[in-house]
């Protein structure tokens, strides 16, 4: 059953008796055949209720709107649920945003080249000429916007018109403090790898931190931006062992790594529709 | 809402489209609340199809007939399913062997006197006597049986009346091998820890074969037992990193670590009902 | 060879060139045969050196005065070392402080019984009466002292009185803060393991903060302990793999694994005379 | 102090008192300072003795010479050694084989481009024109030799020829079995990747072995090519955990990201002088 036919069902709302039932039977009914469903409940009885399905229906898309106005009416008004149905075949359109550091871009461009990263990256955006070469032998437009202080405001409005029609903006080390105005325009859709453990290591050069700090384990997470620097939801965090023979050079080396596989598996998480937000904190139904 | 009202359902059947509506409809329909439901799927059309659900239900335990007939009549039969309904509460009756190697042995003991292994341990059984004060500290009856060649079928007889009521046997380090009669006689209800990642490494003495090898990891892998020597259904693995450095006795004290904490997760989710054998390989709902 | 003419030299000075040639030129001269040298430098050129050094010697032990002295007069004052030598059969004594959580103190225990832990456990000391049993089933000394904010002086004081011929202090969920007159009088000789991947978390209830936070990875820390709460020098740290579904109580269980793990290796590596202490840094010589 | 001064040496015999104290003594006195050291051996006494220096010389590279002549009169020879010294700055070249799958070939490509491959990369060498465009992009020759059961001599000729004045082959994911002839000529030169855990899984589409065997974690090793298919000494290895909802697809995208780490360590370690072959095993000082 090909793609164009499938569709995903993002759910949260107040626990209650039935949902399962409701939502399956209401798919059931509509014809459409559930191939993975999960849920997560916060609390045994009365929290917060999450859910995703993936599920083939054989009158797609053409069908979607008259599937998106009777689940309204028939399941999600009855339990008030705050819900997204995304048709696999719309890929989400994405913009990679970066300084010069290249490997978590790299990593990204190279996995969408191979197939792996299911949405279209509309352009890569930095704030220095020097990854143009490579960017564009992937044949992606790059484009340079020079960010200071009192440019800030106008670099974010350009910003904002080229990824205008973007679903997701990806900060792929991207060196700059995006303003609290640009952050809550694109709330929760702005996702950044920050280069450590968080929240150990806030704020700059986080591996010198470490190294400072002489931990056994260095980390990056990915997390959703908001206008609280490196606060908000994580979504995907790993670490590498290190020791005490680590320069700060070979602390950045060995962590670019794992920013480059955490951030990548972030990207695909959310593309993929199994991220749902909850108060400071995500929900990832890998 | 307390383990007395939650039971567990498995579920394995042909993939067919309804079985998620069928089965969250019919325990709406009977007042049950869905607390974890898990599903996989082997072909996105036709395949086998599993399930795991968790559901609490004010009326059970007394209830439970009621329920299982109606399930029985109303869903199971119409779809055809391989099913088990068990409740929380009715803990399972577990029986260790082990010979003289106490790691494996000592972390389900542990873990048990903690809480951490929602189960009954009837016995420990072994064919040295070596074990016995460590275990008896537990308040748990150790029984010894010795094991030759031509005493095997009398031994196992023994076993076989420590253990009768019992629902699943596992072998933490037990250094003989069952007969076939045995074997299948408590099909899919032995487990066994072996120490390599399988299926490098069967037979005797997988720490020296691992070091002749020079392999850059070593494992343990907890699988069910089978007539086939080590080649039954594997249900968890883990690695841990050496190097030249390790000698084959380092490689052994290593690999105990592994295979404690291997075993110890294979059990607990034995007794959690969270696995599904298919062919040769498992469903792990973790 | 057998342990009693083995020993293990830790030398830290000022990098300077003949060093590995003084020390092994050294041993050579008296007779040893090295096993086993490990070294490392700050800098390329002009940093901090240290040196781990294990070595044969027939003549060992009886000739250790003669060999402490003549390496002073010939390397140790020439190149201003400050160093230790210490026998292989000289165990350390170590006295192990817990509160109610056994789960750090067991795994020290069991491997102490079971060899893996080559040192003598002196005693175990608790603020609590809860786990007398399980330590005098290992034959092992078990001291209650009550701790309240008006008797800490005096509870320290019967502490030190039951320590007083031991060489390090490990609190294996000791749930107390020591006095800073204590943790310098035992300066770099505490061992404590911190229940979350420091410096996230400090302070009380890690797992909660985690859990609030969000990480997708929870993990411990073994560190010495300085009057600076959670602030001494990381020995060593590692961390597990969580995700949304983890409650509070199960991140500690998960964690209470990392801790007993990292905990068992930091003391591990302490009595083999295998860290040195550099600033607020641990150099590690596994 | 610039790596045209430094220089490492490598070092295999017998183990005998004093070979430390040797090789220190004599860099000492020929006024090299050694700024890495690290030596292993199999036995505690009479085993095999294994040691990499690391050693900055200020009259490196003129004195290479006689610096050698030296070592081998007054150290080798007595010692009975196998060794190899190299300079630092006379980078290794090597000649990367692969055949359709980019994977392993790009990382090995990228981080040669942000210098961290400290090598020479001479050419690319496919069965298959297909990774062309990608290779040609680093400015690196690339070359294409088909290869067919009657062929195979003329076309290995072909590839001598290209990697006439290469120290190493890699093979990145190169799906043809090269001649006995030809691996011996370059025995311990040439490293592949295998998509495996070996020893598990030799031969033919192993994911598809380790999807059909059901095991829980998959894996890649990075070793010596030898005439035995798979059987050469390993270098390095690593896994991912996976589980039962794992395609065979899926789980070579996910092996893929593990054959690209492993086999980048194994050639970063080779080209470094990390690693000594002994029997079918290695030692590799990280």
């Given at each position: 059953?090909?793609?164009?036919?499938?569709?995903?069902?993002?759910?949260?709302?107040?626990?209650?008796?039935?949902?399962?039932?409701?939502?399956?039977?209401?798919?059931?009914?509509?014809?459409?055949?559930?191939?993975?469903?999960?849920?997560?409940?916060?609390?045994?009885?009365?929290?917060?209720?999450?859910?995703?399905?993936?599920?083939?229906?054989?009158?797609?898309?053409?069908?979607?709107?008259?599937?998106?106005?009777?689940?309204?009416?028939?399941?999600?008004?009855?339990?008030?649920?705050?819900?997204?149905?995304?048709?696999?075949q719309e890929r989400k359109k994405i913009a990679l945003l970066v300084s010069k550091h290249d490997h978590a871009l790299m990593e990204l461009?190279?996995?969408?080249?191979?197939?792996?990263?299911?949405?279209?990256?509309?352009?890569?955006?930095?704030?220095?000429?020097?990854?143009?070469?490579?960017?564009?032998?992937?044949?992606?437009?790059?484009?340079?916007?020079?960010?200071?202080?009192?440019?800030?405001?106008?670099?974010?409005?350009?910003?904002?018109?080229?990824?205008?029609?973007?679903?997701?903006?990806?900060?792929?080390?991207?060196?700059?403090?995006?303003?609290?105005?640009?952050?809550?325009?694109?709330?929760?859709?702005?996702?950044?790898?920050?280069?450590?453990?968080?929240?150990?290591?806030?704020?700059?050069?986080?591996?010198?931190?470490?190294?400072?700090?002489?931990?056994?384990?260095?980390?990056a997470t990915a997390h959703y931006v908001t206008a609280d620097l490196d606060q908000g939801p994580i979504i995907e965090q790993d670490v590498?062992?290190?020791?005490?023979?680590?320069?700060?050079?070979?602390?950045?080396?060995?962590?670019?790594?794992?920013?480059?596989?955490?951030?990548?598996?972030?990207?695909?998480?959310?593309?993929?529709?199994?991220?749902?937000?909850?108060?400071?904190?995500?929900?990832?139904?890998?």
């Open positions: 059953m090909s793609s164009e036919h499938t569709a995903r069902l993002l759910i949260h709302c107040q626990d209650q008796a039935g949902i399962v039932q409701a939502v399956s039977g209401f798919l059931f009914h509509s014809g459409a055949n559930i191939t993975s469903l999960d849920q997560y409940t916060t609390e045994a009885v009365g929290g917060d209720y999450f859910m995703r399905v993936e599920f083939v229906l054989p009158q797609l898309p053409q069908q979607l709107d008259s599937l998106t106005d009777n689940f309204t009416r028939n399941v999600a008004e009855r339990y008030q649920m705050n819900w997204r149905l995304s048709l696999v461009l190279w996995r969408h080249a191979r197939g792996q990263l299911p949405c279209d990256i509309a352009c890569v955006i930095s704030n220095h000429e020097d990854l143009r070469h490579a960017v564009e032998h992937f044949d992606i437009p790059f484009h340079v916007v020079k960010v200071q202080a009192d440019t800030k405001a106008a670099a974010e409005a350009q910003i904002n018109e080229w990824v205008a029609d973007c679903d997701v903006l990806v900060l792929a080390r991207y060196m700059q403090i995006l303003s609290a105005e640009f952050t809550e325009q694109w709330a929760m859709k702005i996702i950044n790898i920050h280069h450590s453990f968080l929240p150990a290591f806030v704020g700059a050069d986080p591996y010198r931190q470490a190294y400072e700090k002489g931990v056994k384990l260095i980390g590498k062992r290190v020791d005490h023979r680590y320069t700060v050079t070979e602390l950045r080396q060995l962590g670019a790594e794992v920013e480059r596989q955490v951030l990548a598996r972030a990207v695909l998480w959310h593309v993929e529709d199994r991220i749902i937000v909850f108060g400071n904190k995500t929900v990832v139904f890998e």
